[in-house]
């Protein structure tokens, strides 16, 4: 049985080479938009692991912080007069700061940030803490994100084949007595965590009592947002109250706004966007233009320009699903790589593969709708 083939695709077909080229150029622009859009949420995923771990559901913060790179310490004293309001259960100071990591292989120094709480409660939802809470009890002993930059050494596999790893910390000795999983991010290549105790033995200079996070857990049923609009009231100005899931946005619109890296990410998907654009111009405008003839023979036996636009904007939707397809491939062997490389969470989403599909999609019809105003000098006269 015959089937009708559209004329679009007769179209697209006809020039086999030309066809490969736009295909080419769209999964190229296709491939910037996916790794620009994986490398911004790696970005702000990354950044707020440890803020979704937390287990706790108000987090008090000095005012003055920006966001985890750059905490600015506050008394205690302000978390624990969070204790007077009914619906609080409990409260948990936590220390972080930068210091210095030796690799006990190399002896190169690399900074790594560490975090001191008190382990008689496990604040992290984190594979690795609750098993290990009693070593961190011991003096001078920390756990080791198994997760961090190789640049640190090969803490984890030592410690996998039952092996004592010590290593230098901020001029400390110190025993890895465990690992636990956070993961790199842009602020940090590794991680430790210890007690508040070990903690303040290896910044000797920072003061007890002057932390750098306050973790709040609530009575069963207590409305956090509720409990935190309370505290705001109740704790001084210069404390910045927030519920778990605003301490996520702050961090996320930190590195959203606050600093040229998000930007450079977007600015790389929107010019992806216009570089599809131009190809996909460039192939349609001559598609039409070498086609010119027939349009106007189309147009002389009755096709209205209705028609013909309609034949333009098929071909793009074409391009744009054939397209996409390699450049998903590519963009899926890239994020693996990528992972790799960067320890970073570069991973493949539905949201982000709809997104890109959908950006790709409108980008050949606006390439499309632009061509097409060519077929307005397809003057049926001109044929005779």
Request: net charge neutral.
């Amino acid at each position: 049985m015959n089937r009708k083939i559209p004329l679009s695709w007769l179209q697209l077909t006809r020039d086999k080479t030309r066809l490969a080229v736009a295909l080419a150029g769209i999964a190229f622009a296709d491939i910037l938009m996916f790794m620009q859009i994986g490398f911004r949420d790696a970005l702000y995923y990354s950044n707020v692991r440890l803020h979704g771990s937390l287990q706790g559901d108000i987090v008090l913060i000095n005012q003055q912080s920006n966001a985890l790179l750059a905490m600015e310490p506050f008394s205690q004293r302000r978390l624990y007069k969070a204790l007077e309001l009914q619906a609080v259960e409990s409260v948990h100071p936590i220390y972080l700061d930068y210091t210095s990591w030796r690799n006990p292989v190399t002896g190169r120094p690399r900074s790594i940030l560490i975090f001191g709480f008190n382990p008689e409660s496990n604040l992290f939802d984190l594979p690795g803490v609750q098993e290990n809470l009693d070593r961190l009890k011991l003096p001078d002993v920390v756990l080791f994100d198994r997760s961090s930059r190789e640049e640190y050494g090969p803490i984890a596999a030592e410690l996998d084949q039952g092996n004592a790893v010590t290593a230098e910390v901020r001029r400390r000795r110190m025993r890895v007595e465990g690992l636990f999983t956070l993961g790199a991010s842009f602020g940090a290549d590794g991680n430790l965590i210890t007690s508040d105790i070990n903690f303040l033995r290896i910044f000797t200079d920072r003061q007890r009592g002057l932390i750098d996070i306050g973790l709040i857990k609530l009575k069963p049923g207590s409305n956090p947002n509720i409990v935190a609009q309370q505290l705001r009231n109740y704790v001084p100005s210069d404390i910045n109250v927030l519920t778990k899931q605003e301490f996520i946005e702050f961090e996320r619109n930190y590195w959203a706004s606050s600093t040229a890296i998000g930007f450079i990410f977007t600015l790389g998907t929107i010019m992806g966007f216009i570089v599809g654009t131009v190809i996909v111009y460039q192939i349609l405008y001559t598609e039409v233009s070498d086609h010119l003839s027939e349009y106007a023979t189309l147009k002389a036996i009755g096709y209205t320009q209705r028609y013909l636009l309609i034949v333009i904007l098929q071909e793009a939707f074409l391009l744009a699903c054939l397209g996409y397809i390699p450049g998903w491939i590519v963009a899926m062997f890239m994020y693996s790589s990528a992972r790799e490389a960067t320890l970073l969470p570069v991973l493949m989403s539905f949201d982000r593969a709809t997104t890109v599909l959908i950006l790709t999609i409108i980008m050949c019809f606006i390439s499309g709708a632009i061509a097409v105003r060519k077929l307005r000098s397809a003057d049926p006269a001109d044929i005779f």
